[in-house]
T-cell receptor, first 114, second 112 residues
Framework: DTEVTQTPKHLVMGMTNKKSLKCEQH?????MYWYKQKAKKPPELMFV???????INESVPSRFSPECPNSSLLNLHLHALQPEDSALYLC?????????????FGPGTRLTVT | KQEVTQIPAALSVPEGENLVLNCSFT??????LQWFRQDPGKGLTSLLL?????REQTSGRLNASLDKSSGRSTLYIAASQPGDSATYLC???????????FGKGTKLSVKP
């Protein structure tokens, strides 16, 4: 099973809402990633977790809060977002965080902030 | 700073043609290079991964080559089909951190 799943597929939220994105993999991968992709742009790395610990935060605003409750699950908590945060949020995982491992991506969550 | 460039930005070909997509990167000190396919509004599907010690990888009608010294990779698609229509992204792995640096992609359209 080489699948990364993400829920929900679509999310519309107001600027005062609190919501969460969920990502799950059952490949035994120990590294998980959040990317943000704006329309017609390549994905941009937000966070990296390695062995359930945050190892990289690419200077992401605090209104995005990642969480890795266990090795299979990655959450992204959203609060007080801005309309410019509307994008496709992609989760990925790899066997390890070092450079040799292939990353597998989920289908993404399309987020619209109104 | 590693920069990844993909040329052309868009490509339209008739069905059945063989085609080449290009990817170049500025820093040759990469761990590996990964080619992805992305359908509109969807996630990324990994096509091929080439380690820095490898010259090429093949999967079905796809062949990817890597020339690390010149900072180039090509994705060759044989006998293109309308179902190949998508955006193709290349990404290089930056150092031991494992972060992917993406190009902006080539949008491919294969006409029946």
């Amino acid at each position: 099973d080489t699948e990364v799943t993400q829920t929900p597929k679509h999310l519309v939220m107001g600027m005062t809402n609190k919501k969460s994105l969920k990502c799950e993999q059952h490949m035994g991968h120990r590294a998980m990633y959040w990317y943000k992709q704006k329309a017609k742009k390549p994905p941009e790395l937000m966070f990296v977790y390695s062995y359930e610990k945050l190892s990289i935060n690419e200077s992401v605003p605090s209104r995005f809060s990642p969480e890795c409750p266990n090795s299979s699950l990655l959450n992204l908590h959203l609060h007080a977002l801005q309309p410019e945060d509307s994008a496709l949020y992609l989760c990925a995982s790899s066997h390890g965080r070092t450079g040799i491992y292939e990353q597998y991506f989920g289908p993404g969550t399309r987020l619209t902030v109104t | 700073k590693q920069e990844v460039t993909q040329i052309p930005a868009a490509l339209s070909v008739p069905e059945g043609e063989n085609l080449v997509l290009n990817c170049s990167f500025t820093d040759s000190a990469i761990y590996n290079l990964q080619w992805f396919r992305q359908d509109p509004g969807k996630g990324l599907t990994s096509l091929l991964l080439i380690q820095s010690s490898q010259r090429e990888q093949t999967s079905g009608r796809l062949n990817a080559s890597l020339d690390k010294s010149s900072g180039r990779s090509t994705l060759y698609i044989a006998a293109s089909q309308p179902g190949d229509s998508a955006t193709y992204l290349c990404a290089v792995r930056r150092g031991s951190q494992g972060n992917l640096i993406f190009g902006k992609g080539t949008k491919l359209s294969v006409k029946p």
